[in-house]
Structure formats: C-alpha cells, structure tokens
C-alpha cells in the first residue's frame, strides 16, 4: 500500500507532493519522504510515522525546488525506520519504489562485492545503486534505469532522479500502478489517480513492461527494451469516488484485483527470507510470550471466523499448539474454559465487531491474554487486546470482505510460522520454502485474477439457480465455506459449504439437475477422493463446477464447468482458491443485477450483537 508521487514543473514540489501523499493517506503507512532538486543537489528528507511529521520536518528545513519525488511507505523488506524510509539515495540518484524485488539477496551480494555500502535494509535501495553504477558507464538515466530493470525479479513501480538531469523523472512499471497527469508546462507521476486529480484530469497510463522519460514539456513512453510506444492520453471525468473506485464498477471488483498486492501488504516486513523465519515486531505479547502457550482459541465472525478454520490448520500443522475456533455470537455465551496458559486470538476486518469484541473483554476479565489479528487501524478490537498483528490490506469499502480474507489467511499462516520456529516444531528449512511460496504468489493470484472475462460468462449459465453446494476438503474446506457465503450474501441465491466427505452423509439427497455443486479439486493428498465424491455428484446430474489446479480430462468430461488456476504451494491454495469463487459470486450476482457494493440487510461492520 506504499503512495508514489513525482512531479516536475514550476510550482513548489514539496507542497504538490505532500498534497498528492495527502490523498493517498486512506491507503496507509508506516514513514514517509520526499526528494526535491535544490540548487543541483537533492535535499531528501523523511520521517517515520504520520505524514505531518514529515511536513513539520519540511516546515523546520524546506526542501524548495520545482522537482521531486514523494512516498508513503509500508514497512517490507526492513522495519520502518527512516533510515528505511523512501526516497533512497545512491550516488547521483535518488528514488522510491512500490511492491517487491524477489532477487535482491543476490544483488545485493553482487553490490557489496563491488564495494557498495548499502544505508538501509531494503530491496529497494539496491535499485538505485545499480542505476547509480550504470550512470558511472556513461549511460544517461534513460539507459541506467533500463539496464537496472533488467536485472529485477518481482513487482515494482519505480521513479528516479538525477542530479545529472534536473527537471527529469524516470518512471518504469512492472506489475504495480503507475500513471502519468499531463499539466501544462508541468507533469504529475502517481501511484494512484486520486493523488493528481487537483492538478490534473489528462493521464497516460503505464502497462507492464514500460518506462515513461518525464520533463515538464513532454512525457515519452517505451517498453523496457527500448520501442518507443505512442499512446493517447486518456481524460478521467471520474468524480472523486469513481476516482477511489479506480475505474472499476464496483468497489468489490476493485477488492477482488487488489489481492496481490494486498498480500504483498501483509508480508511487508515481516520475512526473513535468509534466516528461515518470520519477523512480527509490531506483534509484542511480552518477553518469550510463546514458550507457554498450550491452547489457542480463535475467535471471529463471518468471513473472518472462515479465515479462523483455515487458521487451525495452520497453528496445528506447523506449531503444534491446539487450537478452537469459535463464533464471536456463540464463544461468550458458552461459560469458554479459558486460562493463563491459553492464548485467545480474534480475527476481524473491521475491529468493531461487537460479538468478537466481547470475547477480547471476556479473555480480559479472565486475565487471559489476548491478540488480534485486525485491519483498521486503532480500532476498538485493536485497542483492547493485548497485542495486534494487522492485516494492511487497506480500506475495504465494498460490505462482502475480499482482500480482508485473504490478508487474514496470511497473517494467521504468518503467525503459525513464527510460532512453529520459536518453539522448535518447524526447521528454518521448511519455513523458508513457504516463505519463498509467498513470496511468489502475486503471480499466481494475478494469472487466477486473469480468468475473470471466462468466469464471467460462465456465471450467465447460473443466474436462475436457487441453490448452490460448494465441496472441499481439509484446509480447503472452509474455502468452500467463504464461496458459500459470498454467494448467499452478493447474489441471494440460497447456498452451502460442506465437506466433501460429508456428502453422502445428507446432502447429498439434495442432487439434481438444478443444483449447480462447486468442488475445490486442488492437487493434493485428498485429490482422488474429492474425485470421487464429484462422480457421486454427476451420477446423481449435479451441475458441477471445477476449481482445480489439475489438467485431467477425466476432470472435463465430468463437469459442466472447469475453472482452471495455477498450481501453488498446498498451504497457499485456500488464498488462491478463494479468488475464483469471489469472482463467480460477483459475476452471478452482476447478472442478477443486485447492489453488489451494498447487499440487503448487510452492514459493513456489524456493531450491534
Ligand atoms: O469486520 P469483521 O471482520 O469483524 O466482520 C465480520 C463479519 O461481519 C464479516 O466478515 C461479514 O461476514 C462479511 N460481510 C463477509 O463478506
């Protein structure tokens, strides 16, 4: 969630960059910075915490110049500090980056080799000393930034300075927004368009795989390899909400397209790749918390009580601490066993959820210690518990949760990671493996993302069914659950989630022609038994709908749908399988032409119990 401006003009940078990181500040941060071109040098200056900080530190000592660069950071690679805060500098160049560099352990061991000293422990900073060394080639910014480029794995949107090239900006995007307002005599780069619409409402729009070369007369677009690209400037009649909708028609679609990074988000600083381990410094529970832990319960509501389920696996699994899940609703009603060595973790989007409220204040009353695992900042869930792990997936404006569910799943699997390595019940070895499968999902989750246009005619097929089933196995199983939901609450069709060895025991009765059923068949330990639970499901004339990662033709020839994702590590296919049923949901309920942002009878968050 990290806000990138630049601008380049005659007005005064700092104030255009600290307006537009002003109207990025609904997305979040942890520091910020900005990077102004002052009598041919740059005066950078930045601060941890609220973005007035960083006003009142440019109010004590102005950064006065016509160009700069602006961000707000969300911790990743490194705590917030402002030594990790953007801009970086290196040599000549400075520069500020959204999302993240996969290979920049091996760059910057091949840096240091060459005697570069690094001032920060971010990814980002090893960008700009290769651009920094190949401007000491004699390449221009253009061809520096270009050969850096090259060398980077993962997702980034970037924009540089020179002192070499003053009244110039370099903006370069790969998987992560960027987009240029066009002013007269004066040009904007942004993260986000909301950030340029005081200034301007002409905007080009970067692709993946392009670069822009940015003065204030002028704005060139190519693609990495250097082919110069001619594109028109497209002009945004979007009214400020449109303009946060980013385009697109529902706040919930906007959600569903926003989980890569919003996972991105939640891992932001929290992995230590190297070590095999996990880092949750803002998650404080007093001194060694962990070694006495001997049950968790885990307690939530709706969507979140679903992440709960997909949290056992994980505590269980891999650190082998018991663990119930309960519903807020029920947990403070049922006279809960609770005691010192217990620890009662409350999972919620919005923090205000007065039934998981209650079981923070019950855990309190009984001296039991308690943690949430939250959103919203400063929250009142955040602000009883012990201690908070939170989700940073931004707001969530659309009522049915997406990114909020999928943040949830990965900070609980981040939780049960750094509890497995502190009490010994999982080897650096195996916690870098799943550290490394995370931090390459984006790529899967966008390709899944991708299938929208076919998941959207498919839904057509489903407008007039009344029931759905949904079917999945272990951790799969609550995902089952979630797609039950979203439908239910997006599309009013009556819908549910069962196990898929449960079928035989009841519901199975309620197969027809009519029941569209939805089976989760991800390749795994119980692949050929859900196989078999679905052909129970065609004998009887289900409709089925596939979700699998697997290429079988036995799997098309039984079902009347297959919504084929890419395969991932099996602790990570709950987040990914959730994507297609949001988009299913979604895509049904547009057809059915419900009020997809605000469902009937549903609030937002439910302060009421
Ligand atoms: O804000 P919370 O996560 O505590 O909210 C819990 C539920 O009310 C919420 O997940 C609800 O089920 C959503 N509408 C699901 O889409």
Redesign the pocket.
């Known amino acids: 969630m990290c806000g990138i401006v630049g601008y380049v003009g005659q007005r005064d940078a700092s104030s255009v960059l600290i307006r537009g990181l002003r109207l990025l500040e609904y997305r979040g941060y942890d520091s910020a910075g900005v990077a102004v071109l002052t009598n041919g040098d740059f005066a950078l200056r930045r601060s941890v915490g609220k973005l007035q900080n960083l006003e009142d530190l440019l109010a004590e000592s102005p950064a006065t110049g016509h160009s700069g660069i602006g961000h707000t950071r969300w911790a990743t690679h490194g705590r917030p500090s402002e030594a990790n805060a953007h801009p970086h500098r290196a040599g000549r160049v400075v520069l500020i980056h959204n999302g993240i560099i996969e290979n920049f352990l091996a760059l910057r061991a091949e840096l240091r080799a060459n005697g570069r000293d690094f001032s920060s422990e971010t990814d980002t900073e090893i960008i700009a000393h290769l651009i920094d060394g190949y401007l000491s080639d004699g390449d221009d910014l253009a061809a520096a930034t270009r050969r850096a480029i090259a060398r980077l794995e993962g997702s980034f949107a970037i924009v540089v300075m020179s002192v070499d090239e003053p009244g110039r900006l370099v903006a370069a995007k790969s998987a992560t927004p960027i987009v240029i307002g066009l002013g007269d005599g004066e040009n904007f780069v942004a993260s986000d368009i909301p950030a340029l619409l005081d200034y301007t409402r002409d905007m080009l729009f970067l692709e993946d795989g392009e670069m822009a070369e940015i003065d204030s007369s002028g704005v060139r677009v190519s693609e990495f390899d250097g082919t110069v690209v001619e594109r028109d400037p497209r002009r945004i009649t979007w009214d400020p909400v449109t303009a946060q909708k980013g385009g697109y028609k529902h706040f919930m679609l906007k959600e569903i397209h926003e989980q890569p990074q919003a996972i991105i988000d939640t891992m932001r600083g929290r992995l230590l790749l190297e070590d095999g381990d996990i880092f949750l410094d803002d998650f404080d529970l007093g001194k060694e918390w962990w070694k006495d832990v001997e049950r968790m319960d885990l307690i939530?509501?709706?969507?979140?009580?679903h992440a709960c389920l997909v949290g056992k696996f994980f505590i269980e699994k891999f650190a082998r601490i018991p663990c119930n899940v309960d519903y807020g609703s029920e947990f403070r009603y049922r006279e809960p066993i609770l005691d010192e060595r217990g620890l009662l973790v409350v999972?919620?989007?919005?923090?205000?959820?007065a039934d998981?409220l209650a079981a923070v204040e019950e855990a309190r009353r009984k001296g039991v210690r308690s943690a949430a695992i939250c959103?919203v900042v400063d929250s009142s869930?955040t602000r009883r518990a012990d201690a908070v792990l939170y989700t940073h997936a931004g707001p969530e404006i659309s009522?049915?949760?997406?990114k909020?569910?999928v943040t949830?799943l990965t900070a609980l699997l981040l939780m049960a990671l750094f509890l497995g390595r502190r009490r010994g019940t999982l080897s650096a070895e195996e916690c870098r493996e799943l550290i490394e499968a995370m931090v390459h999902l984006p790529s899967p989750l966008r390709e899944a993302l991708a299938l929208a246009p076919s998941i959207e005619t498919m839904a057509r097929r489903y407008v007039k069914a009344e029931n759905f089933l949904y079917v999945g196995r272990g951790l799969n199983y609550p995902i089952a659950l979630e797609g039950a939901?979203?439908l239910k609450?997006l599309s009013y069709i009556h819908a549910e989630g069962y196990p898929a060895g449960e079928l035989k025991h009841g519901p199975i009765a309620l197969i027809s022609e009519t029941m569209p059923v939805v089976v989760l068949l991800p390749k795994n330990g119980s692949f050929a038994k859900t196989l078999s639970n679905m052909k129970e499901v065609e004998s009887r004339g289900g409709q089925i709908i596939v979700v699998t990662d697997v290429e079988d033709d036995e799997i098309d020839q039984v079902a009347r749908d297959v919504i084929r994702v890419p395969s991932v590590h099996p602790m990570l296919m709950p987040i990914l399988l959730s994507l297609p049923l949001q988009l299913l949901s979604y895509y049904v309920a547009e057809h059915r032409g419900t009020d997809v942002d605000q469902p009937r009878n549903?609030a937002?968050?439910?302060t009421v119990e």
């Open positions: 939530a509501c709706g969507t979140a009580w999972v919620s989007q919005s923090g205000e959820t998981t959103n869930i009522v049915a949760s997406t909020a569910f949830q939901l979203k609450e549903l937002k968050s439910v």
